[in-house]
């Protein structure tokens, strides 16, 4: 059972930055892709961004020019450099990976961008 470690949540006002990252505990697996997800209180968990095997890279319309997505492939380490922060960004963000087996979520982290 592969597991999924997000860190870098936080509390930043608006117009800051935040890099969240995500670890998982095995190597031994291949990567179909891997992304970010996030849920605001009373929403739908909705896409964020994704990266597949080939580093294709995909974004929410209302992340994109502010966030970035990155992946270390030999270390299955995945990261979202989170700039210029508006409080609508406000949510758990969880990290999500797509294997040929399955896939699997993270337990979430919290983001808070005050005003």
């Keep these: 059972q592969v597991q999924l470690v997000e860190s870098g949540g936080g509390l930043v006002q608006a117009g800051g930055s935040l890099r969240l990252s995500c670890a998982a505990s ?3 697996f291949s990567i179909n892709s ?3 997800y996030r849920q605001a209180p009373g929403k739908q968990r909705e896409l964020v961004a994704i990266i597949t ?5 995909n974004y929410a319309d209302s992340v ?4 970035t ?6 270390k299955h380490t995945l990261d979202l450099q989170m700039n210029s922060l508006k409080t609508e960004d406000t949510a758990v963000y ?8 399955g896939s699997y979520w993270g337990q ?3 983001v808070n961008v005050s005003s």
Excluded: H, N
Excluded at 53 to 57: F, K, L, M, Q
């Design 26 to 28: 095995e190597r031994s």
């Design 69 to 74: 997505i990155s992946r270390d492939g030999a």
């Design 94 to 101: 969880y990290c999500y990976l797509v294997t040929p087996w």
């Design 53 to 57: 095997s080939d580093a294709s890279t």
């Design 64 to 67: 994109k020019g502010r966030f």
């Design 108 to 110: 979430g982290t919290q």
């Design 34 to 36: 891997m992304g970010w």
